[in-house]
């Protein structure tokens, strides 16, 4: 069946910009997660003590500059506890990384900010779009606020971060990831149709299931943190079973629910485990409840060869005791992961209304 939509308030060239405006912004932040993780990985998180939002913009020049970084890294925690034989050239491994880190944040504020702005005043974007935006980019200077929080956690006496911080720090970062690629996609997705077969709207089931797929994904996300804030991934390092048991002893061994959760390594890691089968289930049975389904059928297959890559990395990050190469790759296609289930969410809530089809030689998309 033929039909035809009426043309959008937003032209196609406008579309066109914002989306690959978006989608540059989408690589800042997967960028910040990627790099954040190699900072926690390479311990380099807590190499700049103090957050000086401008000032901070201009790394050192020199070494007396680089010196009195040092110096003030010296009286750290980290410094005394962890690496107190470190040099000069030793801290500036560290602190580039992490100055990079912060950098990006910077970058991605400003890429965020400045064009939302002119977009906004210049009516190219509706104003209602431009509040959504706003309200995102004020969750990534939340997300800042956050990061230094998270730092300041291991500065005190403890010279590794909270996991209580850094899960929240990574839910955020991938909220973040998820709620602008949502975003990118809406905008990327034409209000024009010049023709082709009307699909049919997606069955509220497969709505269900996809939320299910991705907060399962998200949940996943989350304690994979907690496994990286208690480094937990340096224990137990046999799969699949942990030390020679299914059920290790001494799980939920503390006094309180939560500290079971965000500060007992064998719970954490267990309960990692068991999400990772709990993922893989859904995701299988999500692939074949939807597998003739015209919105999503091409996106399962795909969703379920990342979960298969995700569940290998995990398990040599595991058996390899966390080398920084595949522990960086596990996250890095964790955000993949997450963001192919948020695409596919993305189809079903908001659909395309016609399928292409191609008639002598002449094709039209949806």
Not at 26 to 33: E, N
Not at 141 to 163: A, C, E, F, K, R
Not at 338 to 347: K, Q, Y
Request: proline fraction near 5%.
């Amino acid at each position: 069946m033929l039909t035809t939509q009426p043309q959008s308030t937003m032209t196609d060239t406008a579309r066109h910009i914002i989306s690959g405006w978006l989608c540059l912004c989408l690589l800042a932040i997967a960028l910040m997660v990627v790099i954040g993780g190699l900072t926690r990985l390479t311990e380099s998180g807590l190499s700049i003590i103090e957050w000086k939002p401008i000032a901070g913009i201009v790394p050192p020049l020199d070494d007396t500059a680089f010196q009195k970084e040092f110096d003030d890294y010296q009286t750290s925690p980290q410094f005394k506890k962890l690496f107190p034989n470190m040099t000069l050239p030793e801290f500036k491994h560290i602190y580039w990384l992490e100055y990079i880190h912060r950098l990006i944040g910077r970058v991605a504020g400003v890429l965020f900010l400045v064009p939302l702005l002119c977009f906004a005043f210049t009516r190219v974007l509706p104003w209602k779009k431009a509040l959504k935006l706003g309200a995102i980019f004020a969750l990534g200077g939340l997300q800042g606020g956050i990061g230094w929080y998270m730092v300041q956690t291991g500065l005190i006496d403890n010279p590794h971060v909270s996991s209580y911080s850094l899960s929240l720090h990574l839910a955020m970062g991938f909220l973040l990831f998820g709620l602008v690629l949502w975003q990118t996609l809406s905008f990327s997705h034409s209000k024009i149709t010049t023709g082709g077969f009307e699909l049919p709207s997606p069955p509220h089931y497969l709505k269900i299931f996809a939320c299910l797929v991705v907060t399962l994904i998200s949940l996943q996300v989350i304690v994979g943190a907690i496994v990286a804030g208690l480094h937990a991934g340096f224990t137990y390092n046999t799969f699949p079973r942990m030390d020679g048991q299914w059920i290790p002893e001494g799980l939920w061994s503390q006094d309180t629910w939560y500290k079971n959760i965000f500060e007992d390594v064998a719970t954490i890691q267990f309960i990692h485990r068991m999400m990772a089968y709990i993922v893989s289930l859904a995701v299988m049975l999500f692939w074949i409840i939807g597998r003739n389904n015209p919105h999503i059928a091409h996106l399962l297959p795909i969703l379920f060869s990342i979960l298969v890559v995700q569940f290998l990395l995990g398990v040599l990050t595991l058996l390899f005791v966390v080398p920084i190469p595949l522990a960086s790759l596990h996250q890095a296609n964790a955000l993949l992961l997450f963001g192919i289930a948020v695409t596919i969410l993305h189809r079903l809530f908001i659909p395309f209304k016609t399928i292409a089809y191609e008639i002598d030689g002449k094709s039209a998309f949806a």
